[in-house]
């Protein structure tokens, strides 16, 4: 028997409605796709399903209170909530340059965490 498994790509504008027939744990089918794209899409998204990191993190001495990050490249989607509750301890001092790694290697992901804006330190 073929389970279907429903997706909408999210690489191009034209979201396509996917359906994936898996049968076994295996992908067999993937139907909607106008491009390749999408059926990439829809067989790493059944197979392997990988998301971006977008938080804030403490910053000591900065202009404001939280420096936004994220990750250089998506993890696994099942380690997110575990990289996020990693980062809800880390503090860092000001000033910070967008793209600095505020957090290596997250989860033992290889993927870095870093920051997504520069940050200078408070005037006194």
């Given at each position: 028997?073929?389970?279907?498994?429903?997706?909408?790509?999210i690489?191009c504008?034209?979201?396509?409605s996917?359906?994936l027939?898996?049968?076994?744990g295996e992908?067999a089918?993937?139907q909607?796709?106008?491009c390749?794209?999408g059926?990439?899409?829809?067989?790493?998204e059944?197979?392997?399903p990988r998301?971006m990191?977008t938080?804030t993190v403490?910053i000591e001495?900065g202009e404001?209170?939280?420096?936004p990050?994220?990750?250089k490249?998506?993890?696994?989607?099942?380690l997110?909530g575990?990289?996020?509750?990693?980062l809800?301890d880390?503090?860092v001092?000001?000033?910070v340059?967008?793209?600095?790694?505020?957090?290596?290697n997250?989860?033992d992901t290889?993927?870095?965490i870093?920051?997504?804006?520069?940050?200078p330190?408070?005037s006194?």
């Amino acid at each position: 028997m073929k389970n279907k498994h429903q997706y909408v790509c999210i690489n191009c504008p034209l979201s396509c409605s996917l359906e994936l027939l898996e049968e076994k744990g295996e992908v067999a089918e993937v139907q909607g796709a106008e491009c390749k794209i999408g059926k990439k899409y829809a067989e790493e998204e059944f197979k392997n399903p990988r998301r971006m990191v977008t938080t804030t993190v403490l910053i000591e001495g900065g202009e404001l209170p939280l420096l936004p990050v994220r990750s250089k490249s998506s993890i696994p989607k099942a380690l997110v909530g575990e990289a996020v509750k990693a980062l809800a301890d880390v503090v860092v001092k000001a000033p910070v340059k967008s793209g600095d790694i505020i957090y290596p290697n997250i989860v033992d992901t290889g993927v870095d965490i870093v920051a997504s804006r520069d940050l200078p330190k408070a005037s006194s």
